[in-house]
């Protein structure tokens, strides 16, 4: 039996609650890999995807609520980043310009 939290062995590799990021889904017609794909769908204690599309199918195929935390950088943020000053005295091969 798995410790609360922790629903099976991928959990218990990494000494804890396993949450990983869903990017994709993908679709096997072998049946060892479509083994392996379900138990990464059924065992994590909790499920973060990227995309509201992969949450979706999460929830329509498995019933399971997975949170969104979309994928992507804040451009607002790092648009105003001033790039560090060129180092007069480097080799040519790691100049930029």
């Given amino acids: 039996m798995s410790p609360p939290g922790s629903r099976g062995p991928?959990?218990?590799?990494?000494?804890?609650?396993?949450?990983p990021?869903?990017?994709?889904?993908?679709?096997?017609?072998?049946?060892?890999?479509a083994a392996?794909?379900?138990?990464?769908?059924?065992e994590p204690y909790a499920h973060l995807c990227v995309a509201r599309s992969v949450a979706d199918e999460l929830r329509a195929g498995w019933g399971l609520d997975p949170a969104v935390i979309p994928n992507g950088v804040a451009y607002e943020r790092f648009a105003t980043t001033i790039?560090?000053?060129?180092?007069?005295?480097?080799?040519?091969?790691?100049?930029t310009s």
């Fill in 36 to 42: 392996r794909r379900e138990r990464a769908v059924v």
């Fill in 10 to 19: 991928l959990s218990r590799q990494r000494g804890g609650p396993l949450r």
């Fill in 83 to 95: 790039p560090p000053p060129a180092q007069p005295d480097a080799p040519a091969s790691a100049r």
């Fill in 21 to 33: 990021t869903v990017h994709h889904l993908d679709h096997f017609t072998t049946p060892e890999l």
